[in-house]
T-cell receptor
Framework: SQQGEEDPQALSIQEGENATMNCSYKTSINNLQWYRQNSGRGLVHLIL?????REKHSGRLRVTLDTSKKSSSLLITASRAADTASYFCATALSGGYQKVTFGTGTKLQVIP | KAGVTQTPRYLIKTRGQQVTLSCSPISGHRSVSWYQQTPGQGLQFLFE???????NKGNFPGRFSGRQFSNSRSEMNVSTLELGDSALYLC????????????????FGPGTRLTVL
């Protein structure tokens, strides 16, 4: 079963707009990561946020983490057509060796 | 440094056959994880190896097995293939980060697309 659920499942925006994706998870985590996948290829790691962090930035990406609500959001600012991809959140569980579990993904389409 | 490589990239098999997929991690990484991705089930964790030992295992039948060699390269094997095993199989490697006893960021290979006819 999936640990994380992304919302929305699909998102279509115009180039230049911001895109926000949300991820909810079920159990305590050690860290949460966001990945991008282009059309059936391998996943590309975007950003990692640890359970003791609340916000993190990387270029046009901003990730927030609310452990009390067990949720995270990924904001992509000033989107580009090249951002068109599926985005997944992945959680690593607390304690011991980490087992990373992926969410269901959000399909983002950026229209030029 | 070179990324994660997976071979073969594409594979077509028939039901009942077995298949072996290979993954070479990033140099220096000792953790290798395998995932199955299908349209219906999404990304499902298969297993993770670290220093030739299986540390974590997902909820897959015993037909799915793996191993890791002393050079950290890993193979996964699926025996008695079923139509439902058609999927993109992704391998990811990770290395120690921040002094933690377990790896954080995973770096993925391009995947092996397996089609079972």
């Amino acid at each position: 079963s999936q640990q994380g659920e992304e919302d929305p499942q699909a998102l279509s925006i115009q180039e230049g707009e911001n895109a926000t994706m949300n991820c909810s998870y079920k159990t305590s985590i050690n860290n949460l990561q966001w990945y991008r996948q282009n059309s059936g290829r391998g996943l590309v790691h975007l950003i990692l946020i640890r359970s003791n962090e609340r916000e993190k930035h990387s270029g046009r990406l901003r990730v927030t983490l609310d452990t009390s609500k067990k949720s995270s959001s990924l904001l992509i600012t000033a989107s580009r057509a090249a951002d068109t991809a599926s985005y997944f959140c992945a959680t690593a569980l607390s304690g011991g060796y980490q087992k990373v579990t992926f969410g269901t993904g959000t399909k983002l389409q950026v229209i030029p | 440094k070179a990324g994660v490589t997976q071979t073969p990239r594409y594979l077509i098999k028939t039901r009942g056959q077995q298949v072996t997929l290979s993954c070479s991690p990033i140099s220096g990484h000792r953790s290798v994880s395998w995932y199955q991705q299908t349209p219906g089930q999404g990304l499902q964790f298969l297993f993770e190896y670290f220093s030739e030992t299986q540390r974590n295992k997902g909820n897959f039948p015993g037909r799915f097995s793996g191993r890791q060699f002393s050079n950290s390269r890993s193979e996964m094997n699926v025996s008695t293939l079923e139509l439902g095993d058609s999927a993109l199989y992704l391998c990811a490697s990770a290395g120690l980060a921040g002094g933690q006893p377990a790896p954080d960021t995973q770096y993925f290979g391009p995947g092996t697309r397996l089609t079972v006819l």
